[in-house]
T-cell receptor, first 112, second 112 residues
Framework: GQQVMQIPQYQHVQEGEDFTTYCNSSTTLSNIQWYKQRPGGHPVFLIQLVKSGEVKKQKRLTFQFGEAKKNSSLHITATQTTDVGTYFCAGRYGGSARQLTFGSGTQLTVLP | DAGITQSPRHKVTETGTPVTLRCHQTENHRYMYWYRQDPGHGLRLIHYSYGVKDTDKGEVSDGYSVSRSKTEDFLLTLESATSSQTSVYFC???????????FGNGTRLTVT
C-alpha cells in the first residue's frame, strides 16, 4: 500500500521556539489533511490542503503543500505549552475511503 | 466535537474470547471507520462503511469483522482476540470520502 513518511518522530522544544514536522510521499497525493492529538485524547482535524503549492495559516500554525503534491509541512511559530501533542498528516491517494494514509505522527513536547 | 460515542472506553479480555466494540453517531454521516492506533504506526484503517450494510476492508482487516445495520451504529468484532490486537481503537465518521474525519474518544483494549 501507499506510505506517508513523517519526521521527526519526536521533538522537544523550549517554549517560544519554533517547530516543524514534515510528511513525504513517494507518489502524488490528491490532498493532505493534518490532525492534532492531545495526550490521552483523540485526533482532531486541523486543516486540509488540496492545491499544489498551497499555504494556509491558522494563527501560529502554517501549513504547506509541495509543488509536486508529494510533501507537506506544518510549522508552529513560538510554541506554547498548549501546542503539546502528536501531529499527524494524512495523505489521500484517490477517491476511495481506504486511500487515506496516516503518517506515524510527530510527538511534540514543549518545555516551559 | 461531533456526536460520536464509543463503548466501552476500556476493555480487558482474554486471548481467544470474542469482543465487540460499538460506535454510535448522531451526525447522520454516511461514512464510518474503525482505526487502530499503535506506537510508531500512526492510525491504520481496519474496516470502513459507506452505508447501511455496505462495508469494505482497510489496511489491517485480518482478524476483524464489522457490521452496520443502522446509519448510526458501526460495530467492530474480534472473533477470537489475540495479544497482537491489544491497541487503542478509534471510530471516525465523515460526510464523504474527501471530508475531514471526526474521531470518537477511543476504546483501549487489552488482550491478556
Amino acid at each position: 500500500g501507499q506510505q506517508v513518511m513523517q519526521i521527526p518522530q519526536y521533538q522537544h522544544v523550549q517554549e517560544g521556539e519554533d517547530f516543524t514536522t514534515y510528511c513525504n510521499s513517494s507518489t502524488t497525493l490528491s490532498n493532505i489533511q493534518w490532525y492534532k492529538q492531545r495526550p490521552g485524547g483523540h485526533p482532531v482535524f486541523l486543516i486540509q490542503l488540496v492545491k499544489s503549492g498551497e499555504v494556509k495559516k491558522q494563527k501560529r500554525l502554517t501549513f504547506q503543500f509541495g509543488e509536486a503534491k508529494k510533501n507537506s509541512s506544518l510549522h508552529i511559530t513560538a510554541t506554547q505549552t498548549t501546542d503539546v501533542g502528536t501531529y499527524f498528516c494524512a495523505g489521500r491517494y484517490g477517491g476511495s475511503a481506504r486511500q487515506l494514509t496516516f503518517g506515524s505522527g510527530t510527538q511534540l513536547t514543549v518545555l516551559p | 466535537d461531533a456526536g460520536i460515542t464509543q463503548s466501552p472506553r476500556h476493555k480487558v479480555t482474554e486471548t481467544g474470547t470474542p469482543v465487540t466494540l460499538r460506535c454510535h453517531q448522531t451526525e447522520n454521516h454516511r461514512y464510518m471507520y474503525w482505526y487502530r492506533q499503535d506506537p510508531g504506526h500512526g492510525l491504520r484503517l481496519i474496516h470502513y462503511s459507506y452505508g447501511v450494510k455496505d462495508t469494505d476492508k482497510g489496511e489491517v482487516s485480518d482478524g476483524y469483522s464489522v457490521s452496520r445495520s443502522k446509519t448510526e451504529d458501526f460495530l467492530l468484532t474480534l472473533e477470537s482476540a489475540t495479544s497482537s490486537q491489544t491497541s487503542v481503537y478509534f471510530c471516525a465518521i465523515s460526510e464523504s470520502t474527501n471530508s475531514p474525519l471526526h474521531f470518537g474518544n477511543g476504546t483501549r483494549l487489552t488482550v491478556t
